[in-house]
């Protein structure tokens, strides 16, 4: 508790206090006639009357200071300040808690948001379970709107959880200033319980009207963080085990940070140079272990801990299904290599490749294979193609003089398909990108697409008809005609393609494009944005989508779902549609960047208002403007009193 001037200058009048002692000092009493009969009385009487009358005018002489001294207080606006909330309030109180994730900031034990909610119940202790007051949550500012008063407040108090969510003040802030201004209350005091980052604010916040206390409360936050903004996969876990680290330093220490990662029984460490007040991305190779089969086991990554432990573990899957298992059945095989369809795939599709004529396809071949690839063959086997949709495995049908409308009919009517002739075009055709697609690739951006396929020209296609929509146009000709058709099956995945993969059909196997379609086309068909594809969010983006959408796998923190009103960090299941993600979701960058408000207000340009104050503070003017009243009365009083005892002053 302090004593603070708001106009300390004021002070100086406190000189003429030296005035009424000055004029006490030179007052010398009027000698009044009396007449005795013994000078011995007259004596004696004289020596009493001047005792009294030097106590008396001491008296009036400290009386006239304390006026004068009262007076000057007055003019310094006189307040008392108390951080630790001994002070009552009576006014309207609003009670707003951040209750996002950078609470849950540990300090001796014990987190920002428990610690505000302590001293939260220690101030409601000291008010009248009447007295209006209100609480707005960061995340949900309206969400106990029902709390009208302090009482009720401090019964629920207990229930009220953290969220892990990106949550600011401002919301909250303007609809206390639009209450209080709606409702025109008298004396109503914002109580601001937060770590004080200025990542707490989205702006700057308005300047509160005169006669309205803001008040900081201090839970002594921790000033600096070190942390995980983010551990993604660098590229697709067939090619290569590579992961980019993100890291947020918020403090000012320059340093090397040690990155412990364990993966099944192995485990490695990385030593990454970070700076202060920097983001810092760090690449993490991980070798292979073992033949390059279908494996899953989780990777951990993990930093020392600090008083911030939500940032400093991220775990994810590590699923590594290698190359796919491709079966080629070559239904135009050549006296030399280069005269069969499947040479150009040949020379792409290297590993984990065989190669068949239609009397080799089997069943045991088809459950070998992921993809399968039939170039222009004669007669399919419908059977063993309708296995393998079951067992959600990709077949490409590549057409050709050699193919058979009449065997193929019966099959392809189960997509809507109906094959005719092979037809030469009376001029070759150049390619075009169809507006909906189906097969994702960087190829078919409009800025892409010239550059891979701007001189391809097709020459032959087969003539074929579409009865209703279960394959999707991926690329036509130019004449609007399908050249590749997409689409899926009896929960596996069927591609189409009206020309052939030889140059008796088009020049497409020469072009730049060629390569990376085919790549594109065999991880289509071999699902691999199911297989290997994570899914990053954060906290905030996974609630928008539904929480009853991701499962929870691996919880990085320590906290249970249970005590928070949002996801955990951690890595979930999420139901996107018809397929089953892996989700890693992780804290929002801001909840790590623990700098403080003169720190960052440089950074940002933002600034907190001059009438927010980090102590309470109460306006004394009234109660010295009372105490002058009543000292100018008593001083009246006992002057007068002399004046009529003793006949003058």
Known sequence: MGFVLLAPLALLGLVGLGVPIYLHMRHKPRAVPFRFSALDFLLQARRKRQRQLRVEQLILM??????????????????????????????????????????????????????????????????????????????????????????????????????????????????????????????????????HRMTSWQASPAEPEPGIQVHLNDLKAPSTNIGFTQVKHLKKLSEQSDFEVQVFNASNERTSLPISIDVGSMSMEEQIPISPHSHTSHQIFIPEQGPQTERSQQVTFQIPDDAFPLDNREVLQHTHYGAP??????????????????????????????????????RDRMLWADVIIMLNVDEPSPEIMSEALSRKKGILIACGNRLLPETWNPFLSGVGLTLWDWNPLEAPQVLRASDQMVVHSD????????????????????????????????????????????????????????????????????????????????????????????????????????????????????????????????????????VLRSAIVHLHEAESRFLGLDEEASDQGQTLPAQFQRSHRFDLGRSFAWAFFILILAESTFAARITSKWGGR
């Open 325 to 362: 298992n491709i079966l080629i059945v070559e239904g135009d095989p050549g006296q030399v290599p280069e005269d069969e369809e499947s040479y150009f795939l040949g020379l792409i599709l290297e590993e984990n490749t065989q190669t068949v004529t239609p009397a080799g396809f089997d």
């Open 62 to 195: 400290l009386m006239r200071l304390a006026v004068l001294a009262a007076l000057v207080l007055l003019f310094a606006r006189p307040f008392q300040e108390s951080a630790s909330k001994l002070l009552t309030h009576s006014g309207p109180l609003f009670i707003l808690l951040d209750d996002s994730a950078s609470m849950l900031a540990e300090v001796s034990g014990e987190t920002l948001f428990d610690r505000a909610k302590r001293q939260i119940e220690d101030q409601l202790a000291r008010a009248s379970d009447e007295q209006e007051a209100y609480l707005l949550l960061a995340s949900n500012p309206t969400g106990h709107s029902q709390l009208t008063t302090a009482g009720a407040i401090r019964r629920e108090l207990k229930k009220i959880k953290p969220s892990m969510r990106h949550a600011t003040l401002d919301e909250a802030y303007r609809i206390a200033l639009d209450r209080i201004r709606l409702q025109r209350m008298e004396r109503p005091q914002i109580e601001l319980y937060s770590d």
């Open 443 to 578: 190829l078919f951006n409009n800025g892409n697409f010239p550059l891979y396929f701007g001189q391809t020209q097709v020459t032959h296609t087969q003539i074929m008809t579409q009865d209703g929509q279960s394959l999707e146009p991926v690329l036509q000709l130019e004449d609007g005609s399908p050249l590749l058709l997409a689409g899926t099956s009896n929960g596996g995945r069927i591609l189409v393609w009206s020309s052939n993969f030889d140059l008796s059909g088009s020049n497409l196997p020469i072009q730049p494009g060629f390569v990376p379609l085919i790549g594109s086309l065999v991880d289509y068909l071999f699902f691999r944005e199911q297989r290997v594809e994570h899914v990053y969010l954060s906290v905030d983006e996974a609630m928008a989508k539904g929480s009853d959408q991701f499962s929870l796998v691996t919880n990085w923190t320590d906290h249970s779902p249970d005590s928070v009103t949002s996801l955990v960090p951690g890595l979930y299941r999420y139901q996107d549609g018809d």
